[in-house]
Nanobody
């Protein structure tokens, strides 16, 4: 069973930066795609960014030019570099992976203060 563990969340002031990590229990090179989603209190879980096995990326309009998704296959880790953070970025951030099944991490809290 694949396990995904997010880390790197925390409290940051508006305009600041954070880097989230998602460590997989096995090789991520077998995943067709990995991504990040976020869920604010009382809201649905929304797409943030995705990266394919070929390195192609796409982003939600709300984070384009501010967030960067990347993957390090040697470290079996997915990253999300978040810059120019805004209070509306506050949410629990989840990573996901598509392989033989669809896998989710447990989430990491990001709080952006104004």
């Amino acid at each position: 069973q694949v396990q995904l563990v997010e880390s790197g969340g925390g409290l940051v002031q508006a305009g600041g930066s954070l880097r989230l990590s998602c460590a997989a229990s096995g090789s991520i090179s077998s995943f067709n795609a990995m991504g990040w989603y976020r869920q604010a209190p009382g809201k649905q879980r929304d797409f943030v960014a995705r990266i394919t096995s070929g390195g192609g990326t796409n982003y939600a309009d709300s984070v384009k030019s501010r967030f960067t998704i990347s993957r390090d296959n040697a470290k079996n880790t997915l990253y999300l570099e978040m810059n120019s953070l805004k209070p509306e970025d506050t949410a629990v951030y989840y990573c996901d992976a598509w392989g033989r099944s669809h896998y989710w991490g447990q989430g990491t809290q990001v709080t952006v203060s104004s």
